[in-house]
């Protein structure tokens, strides 16, 4: 008999816990099918301030290569500059001889020699004028037109010396700037020509930094834009800031720009490579948390409660920062967004669509 009241009483018990249970799950779904949530919590959304970055692969490249050219036809002699070497500004690299430019070497000497000579004439003349002026046997006129003859034979003597200084120019190559070796195009012995190009130089000052943007964003990249550029081989960033936007679109339709370094002690590296980031004009979203979002059928979606209840609301996500996500569009400041249990909410009439399977 003991044995039997207590199975009673037990059966009676698990039934009051099953209805109780039953009660509290039918609660909760009233709850959820009025638009409340017995455990929802709700976010006041408000404007935050938010730099938008791009990023984007980046190398550093010569602005323009500087060429050690042959001013005049000759033979190189004394080529020794290799490539990679680093050279001075003023360094001789080479020689030109041959008989084109030692025949221009000694025609420049022979007028050298020949506008001094008319130089010395010249000179001795006027003073001999001179000394007869103070002795009452020249004029003052004559005395005038030796110094003019004075004056231009020494114009006549300064540009035949130019001419001799430039043809010894002409006969040695010398590096036009501090510079890194990258190419060279002849070797002893070689017959060039005018203007041929002997070797290649670098210098470090003619060095920035090219990258290739993509996507919508990059109609906002302008001249001027600050960021950094991190070299994959280190951890250390370079600020930098665009200096030119080429406005022409690449294949596969990427813009390619052209950084500089704003910092005085950075240099570059020529065929260094690693990520540039640009700050973007700062801008003010609507900032949600990332959890509170909800992605049905390739839309985006966030459940805002008011008054009436929880209804969703389509927005456009942006840049996401952390736990939070800025809206590009869909919310104004000021709404509350539910979090909690906010996929829940969203699909709380999924159930009158379900249909039991045959």
């Known amino acids: 008999m003991t044995t039997f009241y207590c199975l009673h009483f037990s059966m009676r018990w698990t039934r009051r816990r099953v209805l109780a249970a039953v009660w509290l799950l039918f609660s909760a779904g009233g709850l959820l099918a009025r638009g409340q949530s017995a455990s929802a919590g709700y976010v006041t ?17 010569p602005i323009t290569v500087l060429p050690v050219s042959a001013a005049q036809a000759g033979v190189i002699a004394g080529l020794k500059a290799l490539p990679g070497m680093h050279v001075r500004a003023g360094q001789e690299l080479a020689h030109l001889n041959g008989p084109e430019i030692t025949a221009l070497l000694l025609q420049s000497e022979a007028d050298v020699r020949s ?5 010395n004439a010249t000179q001795k003349s006027l003073a001999i004028q001179k000394q007869q002026l103070a002795a009452h046997l020249s004029t003052r006129q004559v005395v005038h037109q030796a110094e003019s003859a004075v004056a231009q034979a020494q114009r006549t003597f300064d540009n035949a010396e130019s001419r001799l200084q430039a043809v010894h120019q002409m006969m040695t190559l010398s590096a036009p700037a501090s510079a890194t070796v990258l190419a060279v195009n002849a070797t002893d012995g070689e017959l060039v020509s005018v203007g041929q190009p002997i070797l290649m130089l670098q210098t470090a000052n003619r060095l920035w930094l090219k990258a290739s943007y993509y996507g919508a964003d990059l109609t906002a990249i302008r001249v001027g834009m600050t960021g950094s550029f991190s070299p994959s081989d280190s951890g250390e960033s370079v600020p930098v800031k665009v200096s030119a936007v080429f406005g022409s679109l690449m294949t596969g339709g990427g813009e390619s720009i052209a950084l500089v370094t704003t910092a005085p002690k950075s240099r570059w590296i020529n065929g260094e490579f690693g990520t540039v980031t640009l700050n973007s004009p700062q801008r003010k979203l609507v900032a949600v948390p990332t959890r509170s979002l909800i992605l049905d059928q390739g839309k985006w979606w966030v459940m805002v409660h008011t008054s009436q209840g929880d209804h969703p609301q389509a927005v456009v996500p942006g840049l996401a920062r952390g736990w939070q996500t800025f809206l590009e569009r869909g919310l104004e400041p000021g709404a509350q967004v539910v979090v909690e249990n906010a996929y829940l909410l969203f699909h709380r009439g999924i159930s009158q669509s379900y249909q039991t399977p045959d």
């Open 45 to 61: 959304v408000q404007l935050s301030a938010v730099t938008p970055h791009l990023e984007a692969y980046g190398q550093v490249e």
């Open 115 to 119: 506008a001094q000579a008319q130089l």
